[in-house]
């Protein structure tokens, strides 16, 4: 599928995903939805792909939902939810590669959201985070009540949703939401170095880590102990896993191929 809001590029082992609307922030629209989505779900697809980076053209990460589409008529709400943004924040938490957000600017509302469903964030200096949500009349979707009191708790949570105030990319890291801060120029590459590095790990292994995280956000530490095992049963079946154990005798860093 030939796309038109989004660039995509797959070089040594990680797609590149960048938002490009840059005049409209990144916002996305429906035709964005779907190439987002069609993208993310041709990135499991693809076996060449063991990482995967999703960040955003010009001056912005991404600007949450088009207002100015919003403006346009009338729409349910609740169905452009389930069935725009719901679908992408999953297929990001299925995908079973790392996904690394590259926040090169502002993010607003759902862009925010995005941000925070994927596995890695990487800001530039000049990065911002606002839950803007509130702003519009609206409440914070596409997982950001989920994830944000997990990740901060609460009553921050409830701060960041209710006062929409930006928060700098370092505040976004000092508060856990961000894993990594760079200069301003240098944020392409920081996202690519580390995506790189995770595209050549043990990607099967990788996968199910992301996944028994998952898991354990939502389990007893009984449910949580079990699901480990089912997933290391898996892990322990992979040539990546015998690729590891033989670097580990043999005194050498191991070569992994993602199988
Ligand atoms: O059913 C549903 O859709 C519900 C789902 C909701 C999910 C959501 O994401 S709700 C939250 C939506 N997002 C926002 O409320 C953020 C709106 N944007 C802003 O508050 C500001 O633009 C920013 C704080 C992000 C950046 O401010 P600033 O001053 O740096 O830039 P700007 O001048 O406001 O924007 C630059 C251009 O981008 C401008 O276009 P123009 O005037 O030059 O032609 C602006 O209209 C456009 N733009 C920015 N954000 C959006 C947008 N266009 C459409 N939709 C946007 N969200």
Redesign the pocket.
């Given at each position: 599928m030939p796309y038109e809001t989004l660039l995509f590029d797959v070089s040594d082992g990680v797609a590149t995903l960048t938002l490009d609307r840059p005049?409209?922030?990144n916002?996305?629209n429906d035709q964005m939805g779907r190439e987002l989505l069609d993208a993310l779900r041709t990135c499991g697809r693809n076996a060449e792909v063991r990482a995967v980076v999703l960040t955003g053209s010009g001056?912005?990460f991404c600007?949450?939902?088009?207002?100015?589409?919003?403006e346009e008529g009338s729409?349910s709400?609740g169905r452009?939810?389930r069935s725009?943004?719901n679908p992408i924040v999953l297929a990001i938490r299925r995908l079973e590669r790392p996904v690394v957000a590259g926040l090169n600017g502002?993010a607003?509302?759902?862009?925010v959201?995005l941000a925070l469903a994927c596995d890695l964030v990487v800001a530039s200096e000049g990065a911002?985070l606002?839950m803007?949500?509130s702003?519009?009349g609206?409440v914070p979707?596409?997982g950001s009540t989920y994830w944000l009191p997990r990740l901060i708790g609460y009553h921050r949570a409830f701060e960041l949703m209710a006062l929409a105030e930006?928060l700098t990319a370092r505040q976004a890291h000092h508060l856990g939401l961000v894993n990594r801060v760079v200069e301003d120029g240098e944020l392409p590459g920081a996202a690519r170095e580390l995506a790189l590095r995770l595209a050549s790990g043990p990607t099967a292994a990788l996968a199910y880590t992301k996944r028994a995280l998952d898991q354990a956000l939502d389990s007893s530490l009984e449910e949580a102990l079990e699901y480990e095992a089912h997933m290391q049963e898996l892990a322990g079946r992979t040539r990546d896993h015998r690729e590891g154990i033989a670097a580990f005798v043999e005194k050498r860093e191991p070569r992994f191929e993602g199988r």
């Open positions: 005049e409209a922030l916002a996305v001056r912005a600007a949450g939902q088009d207002l100015k589409e919003v729409r709400y452009i939810v725009r943004y502002i607003a509302g759902a862009g959201s911002r606002t803007a949500f702003r519009a609206l979707d596409s930006p």
